[in-house]
Nanobody, 120 residues
């Protein structure tokens, strides 16, 4: 069983920065994609950023140029550096791991979520 443990959320003023971390444990396929999603009150969960085990990244347009996703494969950990935060970034941020068994077939794992609040 795979477990994802997130850390690093909190309260920050507009324009500030936060760094989220997510450590994965358990039996993890070497072919995987890790990422961050977020859900604001009353809204659907949306993709923030993803990174493959090979290091290819993908970002939502709303965070491009402000957020940076990275990973340490040796530690099975993914990070999200969030700069120039805006009130509209306020949400619960969820770590996600897609472990591929073969192309197109994967298991989906989620962390418990960490709250990010951007407010003055």
């Amino acid at each position: 069983q795979v477990q994802l443990v997130e850390s690093g959320g909190g309260l920050v003023q507009p324009g500030g920065s936060l760094r989220l971390s997510c450590a994965a444990s358990g039996s993890i396929s070497s072919a995987n994609v890790m990422g961050w999603y977020r859900q604001a009150p009353g809204k659907e969960r949306e993709l923030v950023a993803t990174i493959t085990s090979g290091g290819s990244t993908n970002y939502a347009d709303s965070v491009k140029g402000r957020f940076t996703i990275s990973r340490d494969n040796a530690k099975n950990t993914v990070y999200l550096q969030m700069n120039s935060l805006k009130p509209e970034d306020t949400a619960v941020y969820y770590c996600n791991l897609k472990a591929f068994h073969r192309p197109g077939v994967y298991n989906d794992y989620w962390g418990q979520g960490t709250q990010v609040t951007v407010s003055s």
